[in-house]
């Protein structure tokens, strides 16, 4: 069964507030300048936003925060933000691949920005039942 897609926008001043949530200032994350330097395509998400952006998603299907029991991806290609208004948009699914006996149930999860998966081996684990 597919769950129903989830769409979040990005833009840089989300780069922003984030680097100053998490304390993540590296300038990868909102100098274009820095970020081609070191080879990137420009200003990249930070990893663990594009991750939380995902866990929201997951939490919303689970329909609480604490029904999610365990998360985890692996980090594909980097989300790139363009200098914009419009930012880009990551596109979370997921299939669900098991329903146990206990009241649990695992989720597949895709996540894409321009049709490209950002992330690999995405699961969960969901609480079904208090």
Not at 98 to 123: F, M
Request: net charge negative; glycine share 8%.
């Amino acid at each position: 069964m597919e769950l129903p897609t989830q769409t979040f926008r990005i833009t840089r001043a989300d780069l922003v507030r984030y680097a100053g949530a998490s304390g993540d200032f590296n300038p990868i994350h909102w100098n274009d300048r820095t970020a081609t330097k070191v080879g990137l395509p420009g200003v990249i998400a930070h990893g663990m936003f594009t991750m939380a952006l995902v866990g929201r998603a997951v939490t919303t299907w689970a329909g609480a925060p604490d029904a999610v029991v365990d998360f985890g991806v692996r980090f594909t290609r980097p989300v790139v933000v363009p200098d914009d208004e419009q930012g880009t948009e990551i596109e979370v699914n997921a299939v669900v691949k098991e329903v146990t006996e206990e009241g649990l149930t695992r989720l597949d999860v895709t996540a894409t920005c321009l049709g490209e998966k950002v992330l690999s081996q995405a699961r969960a684990i969901v609480r079904t039942t208090r």
